[in-house]
């Protein structure tokens, strides 16, 4: 059951993401001055061992992921059928900004197709900042704990955990990777506002993150 805290955060999780991405940014920041994106630190080790994730139903999108990526999908089915493609068409926007990083490619066909406003342009912006410093990233990435927490109107408030705990930064030029120090803050709670596309797709617009949120920890 979610805590008094999760509520009150979910209660409000519409008017907190009507902030702009520069909040996000902020949110993000692990104070040191260096804005690392999703993959820029490592952490303990998952209980379970990613493996690439593959289409498995009608429309799905292809995601181009290098050799050394790896991403796994833990989501279970909340018995709604509504909830559930909200719940498949966000975890295929997390997948979609691993790939975006991963090939320096921030106007990839999936970005547009599962990102939108805001959000998508946030990302396009970041994927384009860790190019020019010359990153991208590699290793193994886990998104699990999917769960809507709001649904009206052809919008949806989502938050969903990711583990970055084996996931690097690694230098183009000459392919070494960045290595830091485990930390709690390799577990990320992302809460995620989502809006149906002219194309059926559900993108999400606007979010915000918080690095070694307790729900999302796992030790």
Same mark, same amino acid.
């Given at each position: 059951?979610?805590?008094?805290?999760?509520?009150?955060?979910?209660?409000?999780?519409?008017?907190?993401?009507?902030?702009?991405?520069?909040?996000?940014?902020?949110?993000?920041?692990?104070?040191?001055?260096?804005?690392?994106?999703?993959?820029?630190?490592?952490?303990?080790?998952?209980?379970?061992?990613?493996?690439?994730?593959?289409?498995?139903?009608?429309?799905?999108?292809?995601?181009?992921?290098?050799?050394?990526?790896?991403?796994?999908?833990?989501?279970?089915?909340?018995?709604?059928?509504?909830?559930?493609?909200?719940?498949?068409?966000?975890?295929?926007?997390?997948?979609? *900004? +691993? %790939?975006? &990083?991963? /090939?320096?490619?921030?106007?990839?066909?999936?970005?547009? #197709? $599962? !990102?939108?406003?805001?959000?998508?342009?946030?990302?396009?912006? *970041? +994927? %384009?900042? &860790?190019? /020019?410093?010359?990153?991208?990233?590699?290793?193994?990435? #886990? $998104? !699990?704990?999917?769960?809507?927490?709001?649904?009206?109107?052809?919008?949806?408030?989502?938050?969903?955990?990711?583990?970055?705990?084996?996931?690097?930064?690694?230098?183009?030029?000459?392919?070494?990777?960045?290595?830091?120090?485990?930390?709690?803050?390799?577990?990320?709670?992302?809460?995620?506002?989502?809006?149906?596309?002219?194309?059926?797709?559900?993108?999400?617009?606007?979010?915000?993150?918080?690095?070694?949120?307790?729900?999302?920890?796992?030790?």
């Amino acid at each position: 059951m979610l805590t008094t805290r999760r509520r009150a955060a979910v209660a409000s999780l519409f008017a907190v993401l009507s902030l702009s991405m520069t909040g996000c940014s902020s949110d993000s920041d692990d104070g040191s001055g260096n804005d690392k994106i999703a993959g820029a630190e490592s952490g303990k080790a998952s209980p379970s061992t990613p493996s690439p994730s593959a289409p498995a139903e009608k429309n799905a999108p292809s995601f181009g992921f290098p050799s050394d990526i790896k991403v796994a999908v833990d989501r279970q089915s909340s018995g709604d059928p509504t909830k559930d493609v909200i719940l498949r068409d966000t975890a295929y926007a997390a997948q979609a *900004r +691993v %790939e975006a &990083f991963a /090939k320096s490619e921030s106007q990839t066909a999936n970005m547009s #197709r $599962y !990102f939108a406003a805001n959000a998508l342009s946030y990302w396009a912006g *970041r +994927v %384009e900042s &860790f190019r /020019k410093d010359g990153l991208t990233v590699t290793g193994d990435y #886990r $998104y !699990f704990d999917f769960e809507v927490t709001d649904v009206a109107d052809g919008k949806a408030a989502v938050r969903y955990c990711e583990d970055q705990s084996k996931a690097y930064n690694k230098e183009i030029k000459t392919d070494k990777v960045q290595r830091t120090k485990p930390s709690d803050k390799s577990f990320v709670l992302y809460s995620v506002q989502a809006a149906r596309g002219s194309a059926g797709d559900w993108q999400v617009t606007q979010q915000s993150w918080e690095k070694g949120d307790p729900s999302c920890v796992q030790r």
